[in-house]
């Protein structure tokens, strides 16, 4: 079974930073990319950042330039290195693992969710 655990969220000021972490644990998976969704209250959940298999990235247009994501592949671990935060950041985050289980079937799984709040 594979399990995702989330970790870093919190209450922070406008400007500030903080860093997500995902760990996906398990045996038998193979990553093909992990990344970071966001809902906030009232509204669908978005893509904030992903990362695939290789290095490719890919960025929501409103955390360019201040959000990081990036991964370690001993530790099947993706971080989200936010900066200079804004309270529209304010929302649940959401880690996603897309991967290949017990090969060759997919597998699309999501964390808990870790609530950020930014406060003005």
């Known amino acids: 079974q594979v399990q995702l655990v989330e970790s870093g969220g919190g209450l922070v000021q406008a400007g500030g930073s903080l860093r997500l972490s995902c760990a996906a644990s398990g045996s038998r998976f193979s990553i093909n990319a992990m990344g970071w969704y966001r809902q906030a209250p009232g509204k669908q959940r978005e893509l904030v950042a992903r990362i695939s298999s290789g290095t490719n990235t890919n960025y929501a247009d409103s955390v360019k330039g201040r959000f990081t994501i990036s991964r370690d592949n001993v530790k099947k671990t993706v971080y989200l290195q936010m900066n200079s935060l804004k309270p529209e950041d304010t929302a649940v985050y959401y880690c996603?693992?897309?991967?290949?289980?017990?090969?060759?079937?997919?597998?699309?799984?999501w964390g808990q969710g870790t609530e950020v709040t930014v406060s003005s």
């Open positions: 996603r693992l897309e991967a290949t289980y017990r090969n060759p079937f997919d597998l699309d799984l």
